[in-house]
């Protein structure tokens, strides 16, 4: 190891250019390697997404108490996702006015749901903006929907059903129920003892929707939607997990969500394959460099040879030099990747961060690095070879 060393410290000072181009050689060839495997394995995870993935997380909130699952708490939660989760959401909750958290009768625990539309911005409350896309689906028959002025200032206005709706309930206490929320002689509808003025009516429904900055921070919350505009991550998933879990502990139990992981065997089949087919294009051009090295040291190949030096040393001792420098390159490839690229390439490539494990990297690594060996070894055995036949013509 010692002459193996020295030798480095020779090509150093004799052929610095040409040992720097090796050392690039091997850490340019080791990052592309691993942002490709990061890349095939988003893009393919993006892809199962595209097809069998959910676009909305769904938060049971399960509080025989009451004083758990509250609107304060619910809000809470909301605002502490992250900025990315909450600039691609917004939210879709079902509470129960005080007083009726638990109903026996079935139907009527059906329609007095309330229905409770907002959004994150900033940190506070804010209009759910889906009133387009609700009236083009020609749930809203006539009027507006909410404005973020409305919803942040807590407005008494509602969208109501229309009324002299027929519903059709099958129970005659849910008929009884919804009396309640007819309008006045003025117009104007009542929830939890407030009085609210309409701006539009809907197609269907059952209580009128209510800005939820005007319900009381105590109202029992027991059903959280999370409706993104696009398919949700994994990261994005287990984000909201932790969040919900730490402000709400067991009552909260969010579902399981509907991605299927990857083909594990033909993907990891595909990468090995492309990995390995790098790994010797880079050996290649590792293994010509190289060669120019051994083909300016013919003369001290000649002198070890007098002194003794067979030819299996020989290779074992440039191979030596070729995994100690191939080696440290990959630690510092590995360092420049882990620190520089991959937080920025998690930035654009939300699947790219869950393809490196200790096992992927080992693994990637290992692939490189017997690649590589295999084609110095076998340039090794031809270059050697030849400079020996030489030196004894000489």
């Known amino acids: 190891m010692r002459y193996v060393v ?3 410290k020779n090509h150093i000072r004799s052929e610095g250019v040409i040992f720097v181009l090796m050392v690039i050689c091997v850490i340019a ?17 993006k892809r199962v997404d595209m097809q069998l993935g959910q676009n909305d997380i769904t938060v049971n ?7 758990v699952a509250t609107k304060q708490n619910v809000v809470k939660a909301c605002v502490a ?11 879709y909750a079902s509470a129960r006015l005080p007083g009726e958290e638990e109903i026996a009768d079935h139907e009527v625990g059906m329609v007095a749901d309330v229905s409770l539309y907002y959004s994150v911005h900033n940190g506070k409350i804010t209009v759910a903006d889906i009133g387009d896309e609700l009236k083009r689906q020609k749930y809203i028959v006539d009027g507006n929907w909410f404005t973020a002025n409305q919803i942040e200032k807590g407005e008494l206005v509602c969208l109501a059903v229309k009324p002299n709706t027929i519903m059709g309930y099958k129970s005659d206490a849910a008929e009884q129920y919804l009396k309640q929320y007819q309008p006045d002689a003025n117009g104007y509808y ?22 939820i ?5 105590s109202v029992y919350v027991y059903n959280v939607m999370i409706c993104f505009d696009k398919i949700v991550s994994r990261a994005e998933y287990d984000a909201i997990v932790k969040v919900f879990n730490a402000q709400f502990g067991n009552v909260a139990h969010v579902l399981p969500l509907a991605i299927p992981d990857l ?28 060669e120019y090295i051994l083909l300016q040291r013919k003369k001290q190949l000649t002198i070890f040879r007098m002194c003794g030096l067979t030819l299996v040393k020989a290779k074992k001792m440039y191979l030596m030099e070729c995994m100690l420098v191939t080696f440290l390159s990959l630690v510092v490839a590995m360092i420049i990747f882990g620190c520089g690229i991959l937080p920025w390439a998690e930035n654009i490539y939300e699947y790219i961060g869950e ?15 017997i690649g590589t060996m295999v084609v110095l070894s076998g340039m090794l055995q031809i270059t050697l070879k030849g400079n020996i036949y030489h030196t004894y013509i000489e």
Not at 29 to 45: A, D, K, N
Not at 61 to 67: A, G, H, I, K, M
Not at 196 to 207: A, E, K, P, Q, S
Not at 362 to 369: K, Q, T, V
Request: aromatic fraction near 14%; charge should be negative; charged fraction near 10%.
């Open 6 to 8: 020295l030798n480095i």
């Open 29 to 45: 060839s080791t990052i592309v390697m691993f942002f490709s495997f990061g890349l095939y394995h988003h893009m393919e995870q």
């Open 61 to 67: 909130l399960t509080d025989s108490s009451y004083t």
């Open 81 to 91: 996702l992250p900025e990315e989760i909450l600039s691609h959401c917004y939210f």
């Open 190 to 211: 009542h929830v939890d003892n407030k009085t609210y003025r309409c701006i539009g009516h809907l197609d269907l429904g059952t209580v009128p929707l209510i800005p």
């Open 213 to 217: 900055t005007t319900l009381e921070d």
């Open 263 to 290: 083909d594990g065997t033909k993907f990891y089949t595909t990468l090995i394959i492309i990995c390995t087919l790098m790994a010797l294009l880079s050996g290649v051009v590792l293994a010509m460099l190289y």
């Open 355 to 369: 393809s490196y494990t200790w096992v992927s990297c080992i693994i990637l690594c290992a692939i490189y690095f």
